[in-house]
């Protein structure tokens, strides 16, 4: 079956795809920035509403959540939305690749955006192999730590006594005063890291994002994968130039890799006709346009539920809010 979407049109899509949720994260950002502003000052006017959504950047108390959700079975009250969009993005995971890397996460976006710029300005670096297989296990390590702290080491009287702490009631705030006031060292950190992202391919996705980590591990089991006929394949390696993740995938007959995020760029650059397809179990090929739109149509269902079923909005009222977020200063990490 030849592919009758051109690179053009695939590239298009996922860039139309993250711009918009890019679009809707800085809209929520500027959303809750006003009620940090609201929360933060003595006004007596009437508070702005404070935007669920912002909850996506708490992935570790998402992760506390989580395991106390399966301990206890109580959703979290405070931050739901972030367990909501933590569970949708684990769901993309194990059944649509790394979906929410390719399509959604507007961190990918920014990077994807930054080592465009780098290629245009021709100072993209080539990592070494020899190197960039010790980089690529930093995010593996970060995720080891993260996960022996809070899924092996913390009980379930643990994880409340930080579900129900002060600082996870402002956890949210914190995030955002820790970019809008960073210490000579995280700020030196934030500009390096910046700067080498438009030397190095997608630096923070590839190298540094526990996150992505997570969510690669449960790729390996997708039933998506493409697949490449090493009877039709003339080696061109074209299918690695466009690939954002940097697999070899002319090394391989499937490509069951952790750093996949399902982009499917690779298909519609092949020359070879049916040399390399979006395959199901049991299936010859799956129409490419199957997997962005269950990818895009399973994040919105996780939210629909979720308002449905009052686990989106948070259940702690704006005044008890602007309570803690006065005590910014002075509440730490318990």
Same mark, same amino acid.
């Given at each position: 079956?030849?592919?009758?979407?051109?690179?053009?049109?695939?590239?298009?899509?996922?860039?139309?795809?993250?711009?918009?949720?890019? #679009?809707?994260?800085?809209?929520?950002?500027?959303?809750?920035?006003?009620?940090?502003?609201?929360?933060?000052?003595?006004?007596?006017?009437? %508070?702005?509403?404070?935007?669920?959504?912002?909850?996506?950047?708490? =992935?570790?108390?998402?992760?506390?959540?989580?395991?106390?959700?399966?301990?206890?079975?109580?959703?979290?009250?405070?931050? =739901?939305?972030?367990?909501?969009?933590?569970?949708? %993005?684990?769901?993309?995971?194990?059944?649509?690749?790394?979906?929410?890397?390719?399509?959604?996460?507007?961190?990918?976006?920014?990077?994807?955006?930054?080592?465009?710029?780098?290629?245009?300005? &021709?100072?993209?670096?080539?990592?070494?192999?020899?190197?960039?297989? =010790?980089?690529?296990?930093?995010?593996?390590?970060?995720?080891?730590?993260?996960?022996?702290?809070?899924?092996?080491?913390?009980?379930?009287?643990?994880? $409340?006594?930080?579900?129900?702490?002060?600082?996870?009631?402002?956890?949210? %705030?914190?995030?955002? &005063?820790?970019? !809008?006031?960073?210490?000579?060292?995280?700020?030196?950190?934030?500009?390096?890291?910046?700067? !080498? $992202?438009?030397?190095?391919?997608?630096?923070?996705?590839?190298?540094?994002?526990?996150?992505?980590? #997570?969510?690669? !591990?449960?790729?390996?089991? @997708?039933?998506?994968?493409?697949? +490449?006929?090493?009877?039709?394949?003339?080696?061109?390696?074209?299918?690695?130039?466009?690939?954002?993740?940097?697999?070899?995938?002319?090394? +391989?007959?499937?490509?069951?890799?952790?750093?996949?995020?399902?982009?499917?760029?690779?298909?519609?650059?092949?020359?070879?006709?049916?040399?390399?397809?979006? $395959?199901?179990?049991?299936?010859?090929?799956?129409?490419?346009?199957?997997? =962005?739109?269950?990818?895009?149509?399973?994040?919105?269902?996780?939210?629909?539920?979720?308002?449905?079923?009052? &686990?989106?909005?948070?259940?702690?009222?704006?005044?008890?809010?602007?309570?803690?977020?006065?005590?910014?200063? @002075?509440?730490?990490?318990?």
């Amino acid at each position: 079956m030849k592919h009758s979407l051109t690179s053009n049109t695939i590239a298009r899509l996922r860039l139309t795809s993250q711009s918009v949720f890019a #679009l809707f994260c800085l809209v929520v950002g500027w959303q809750f920035y006003q009620f940090y502003l609201w929360a933060t000052s003595v006004s007596d006017r009437v %508070a702005p509403q404070r935007p669920p959504a912002v909850e996506a950047f708490l =992935p570790l108390g998402a992760l506390v959540s989580l395991k106390r959700f399966v301990l206890s079975g109580e959703y979290d009250a405070i931050h =739901p939305a972030g367990l909501t969009i933590f569970l949708a %993005a684990l769901f993309l995971g194990l059944f649509l690749r790394k979906g929410f890397c390719g399509w959604i996460c507007p961190v990918g976006f920014t990077s994807n955006l930054a080592e465009k710029i780098g290629r245009k300005l &021709h100072i993209l670096a080539t990592i070494p192999s020899w190197l960039d297989l =010790p980089l690529l296990s930093l995010k593996y390590l970060l995720l080891a730590a993260f996960s022996w702290l809070i899924l092996w080491k913390m009980n379930l009287q643990e994880l $409340s006594s930080f579900h129900f702490s002060s600082y996870n009631m402002i956890s949210d %705030a914190k995030m955002l &005063h820790f970019f !809008l006031d960073p210490s000579l060292l995280a700020g030196s950190i934030m500009l390096l890291l910046m700067a !080498l $992202s438009f030397v190095v391919k997608n630096l923070w996705c590839r190298y540094l994002c526990p996150y992505g980590g #997570l969510l690669g !591990l449960l790729a390996i089991f @997708s039933p998506f994968q493409i697949k +490449r006929d090493q009877h039709l394949c003339i080696d061109c390696k074209r299918c690695e130039t466009v690939c954002p993740a940097s697999i070899q995938i002319t090394a +391989r007959q499937t490509v069951r890799n952790c750093e996949c995020i399902g982009c499917l760029e690779c298909l519609p650059v092949c020359p070879k006709k049916e040399c390399l397809t979006l $395959s199901l179990p049991g299936k010859a090929a799956a129409p490419p346009l199957l997997l =962005p739109t269950l990818i895009i149509g399973s994040f919105l269902l996780f939210w629909l539920v979720a308002r449905l079923s009052d &686990h989106w909005q948070s259940q702690i009222p704006p005044e008890t809010f602007r309570h803690y977020y006065q005590q910014i200063q @002075s509440i730490g990490h318990p």
